[in-house]
């Protein structure tokens, strides 16, 4: 048995293992509708005495008026309230033994917290300040803006980084979809508090967003602890003003080199308009990533090109599927002497992909590895907490978790064949090479 085929024995393994436990047990969350608009979803978990509360609050870089105002923002929650400081904050998430974690994506922003039963009041309490009375004290900006900067600047640096940067911009223009959430350096000392606020007190509305609560905390204690302080909260009504990238229509491929002298290798990305999340091809093509690219070792292009003819270190490939259509792509490392050889390689796969169906042996395994896989992205109360608002915000329904591996099942090969056409368009496609040569 070769590498490829222990590797996925092994893993079909794991998968089956957690498939069995998820189907175990179905999620059956309760979901409440608040007056002021707010959603909570509620799932009670008494395995251990831990409480997670997370909200989805749908602010994002689709709604920014400069670059960067989103995620400032966001970061910028825990550095000073009304009646506590950034190092109060600080003090307090330590003595607490409680985490706030903060994410921006290109759609949302979700915050988390994670605390022990016990402190459940008093993260509370804190956490419902950071989020409804929060100041932006200047000099808290200046040192998070620096902080910004130099991870943007350290970022430019990686190849990989600066490939998926240029095909990203090419592939979007000027849309938010078009550039990291963080912004871009050059762009960060241009935001004022005054932006900071705006966007705060113009999407920072309890109407719009969505909350999740997850753990030892009965239904009584939910009412009392959370209900209450979010129904209390008044903010404006919004509606989100956001638009969908404008694809630029293109006869033939867009081919970028950007040199590096200092390379031994090349970076290559070739990728397409995507889809959105809510696309009726989602789960097809989720397959056809698999078995092309996204199932490691066991995929198309890695069996080709980087276990048969060793021309590769990594390849894979991937899509963001976002509220708007997002990108299709493929990312490949490779010595610069490989770099034509490999993206020739890379065309056949997609031709074939598109003009010859799929085998059964495919179809099968990589149903397999997304259905069995998928109760990794809940097997923690962190991650089903996160997940929950994030089903509701895209629509995806309340039975979404339930019923996932039975999306799945019902793609057919003529599925997989009719969204590789449409997807990969080999006549038209986007390719950046960062490297030497």
């Excluded at 957690?18 to 309760?30: P, T, V, W």
């Excluded at 970076?267 to 097809?284: H, M, N, Q």
Aim: charged share 25%; glycine share 4%; aromatic share 12%.
């Amino acid at each position: 048995m070769n590498r490829v085929n222990i590797f996925f024995a092994v893993f079909c393994f794991i998968v089956l293992f957690f498939n069995s436990i998820a189907g175990a047990e179905r999620m059956d969350f309760k979901t409440f509708k608040l007056q002021n608009g707010a959603k909570i979803k509620y799932l009670y978990r008494d395995n251990i005495p831990i409480v997670y509360v997370s909200v989805l609050i749908p602010a994002s870089p689709l709604d920014e008026a400069k670059p960067s105002i989103a995620y400032l923002t966001a970061h910028l929650l825990t550095h000073g309230t009304k009646t506590r400081t950034a190092t109060q904050i600080e003090d307090e998430i330590d003595f607490l033994a409680i985490s706030i974690d903060k994410k921006v994506t290109h759609d949302y922003t979700i915050l988390t917290l994670s605390t022990t039963k016990r402190h459940l009041k008093e993260a509370l309490n804190l956490f419902f300040d950071i989020l409804i009375n929060p100041v932006f004290p200047e000099e808290e900006i200046k040192k998070e803006v620096s902080r910004v900067e130099k991870s943007l600047k350290q970022m430019e640096q990686d190849p990989s980084f600066i490939a998926h940067k240029t095909f990203l911009k090419e592939l979007f223009g000027q849309h938010p979809y078009g550039r990291a959430v963080e912004g871009e350096p050059e762009g960060l000392k241009n935001i004022t508090r005054q932006d900071i606020l705006n966007f705060y007190n113009k999407y920072y509305s309890p109407n719009n967003m969505i909350f999740s609560v997850v753990g030892y905390i009965d239904e009584n204690e939910l009412k009392n602890l959370i209900e209450n302080p979010i129904t209390m909260w008044h903010g404006n009504t919004i509606t989100r003003n956001i638009n969908p990238p404008l694809f630029v229509k293109r006869n033939e491929p867009l081919k970028i080199f950007i040199k590096r002298d200092d390379l031994t290798q090349s970076t290559i990305v070739l990728g397409f308009e995507g889809i959105s999340r809510k696309d009726t091809d989602f789960y097809a093509l989720s397959i056809m990533n698999y078995i092309l690219g996204g199932g490691g070792l066991t995929s198309r292009l890695a069996k080709q090109v980087r276990e048969e003819r060793g021309l590769a270190y990594s390849i894979y490939s991937t899509f963001y599927p976002y509220l708007f259509p997002g990108a299709f792509y493929i990312e490949v490392k490779t010595k610069n002497e490989n770099t034509q050889n490999v993206i020739k390689l890379i065309m056949e796969e997609l031709k074939k992909m598109k003009e010859k169906a799929v085998t059964s042996e495919e179809m099968k395994e990589a149903k397999a590895f997304l259905s069995g896989s998928f109760p990794l992205r809940i097997d923690t109360m962190k991650k089903i907490s996160e997940f929950l608002p994030v089903i509701d915000f895209y629509g995806l329904g309340d039975d979404y978790i339930n019923k996932y591996s039975e999306y799945i099942e019902k793609v057919t090969m003529e599925d997989i064949k009719k969204v590789a056409r449409r997807i990969l368009n080999t006549d038209s496609y986007i390719v950046v090479v960062v490297g030497k040569d």
